[in-house]
T-cell receptor, first 113, second 112 residues
Framework: QQQVKQSPQSLIVQKGGISIINCAYENTAFDYFPWYQQFPGKGPALLIAIRPDVSEKKEGRFTISFNKSAKQFSLHIMDSQPGDSATYFCAASMRGGSYIPTFGRGTSLIVHP | DGGITQSPKYLFRKEGQNVTLSCEQNLNHDAMYWYRQDPGQGLRLIYYSQIVNDFQKGDIAEGYSVSREKKESFPLTVTSAQKNPTAFYLC???????????FGSGTRLTVV
């Protein structure tokens, strides 16, 4: 049973455009929602994270939007750059689950120059 | 520099052989984890350890074994019982009771 569903699987965006990746979760006990960025041949690195008591968090060009009632959250990359080309994973964690994240299946983002 | 070191970066083995992947961290983290990554499958948890000399099975532990004799080290053995071992393996660590994860750079295992 997939507890965190991520879409799309792949995304192609032109330089300067907005990249949007969506995730949906099922377990309302999740209380921490991070996004990880992974470049080819490297391990994922934490990009940005949000807790369910806020609806939006912004760090530079990256924004998480969170909809608690819909059990959905999304990553928006403004002014997308070729250097943003990577695989992005959403995840969800909870204290009752030993803080271990449940990951989405990932989105491969390509930003064309 | 503090971090997680996985070695080797690439590993080739013949079918039927056991192979051990190394993971060392100098972050003083209590908890360590092993994940398997396959295209389109995301990150799947193999084993994790939250304290020395103790570890727990993850979602796909069959065909794998681990040990945690030292806080800094969490090696993963891929046994001959693992039916499809070719994959990218990632080690991670965290401070127990917190959400933050640090990943290593991974080992790509190819079994021929």
């Amino acid at each position: 049973q997939q507890q965190v569903k991520q879409s799309p699987q792949s995304l192609i965006v032109q330089k300067g455009g907005i990249s949007i990746i969506n995730c949906a979760y099922e377990n309302t006990a999740f209380d921490y929602f991070p996004w990880y960025q992974q470049f080819p041949g490297k391990g994922p690195a934490l990009l940005i994270a949000i807790r369910p008591d806020v609806s939006e968090k912004k760090e530079g060009r990256f924004t998480i939007s969170f909809n608690k009632s819909a059990k959905q959250f999304s990553l928006h990359i403004m002014d997308s750059q070729p250097g943003d080309s990577a695989t992005y994973f959403c995840a969800a964690s909870m204290r009752g689950g030993s803080y271990i994240p449940t990951f989405g299946r990932g989105t491969s983002l390509i930003v064309h120059p | 520099d503090g971090g997680i070191t996985q070695s080797p970066k690439y590993l080739f083995r013949k079918e039927g052989q056991n192979v051990t992947l190394s993971c060392e961290q100098n972050l003083n983290h209590d908890a360590m984890y092993w994940y398997r990554q396959d295209p389109g499958q995301g990150l799947r948890l193999i084993y994790y350890s939250q304290i020395v000399n103790d570890f727990q099975k993850g979602d796909i532990a069959e065909g794998y074994s681990v040990s945690r004799e030292k806080k800094e080290s969490f090696p993963l053995t891929v046994t001959s019982a693992q039916k499809n071992p070719t994959a990218f393996y990632l080690c991670a660590s965290s401070i127990s009771g917190t959400y933050g994860y640090t990943f290593g750079s991974g080992t790509r295992l190819t079994v021929v």
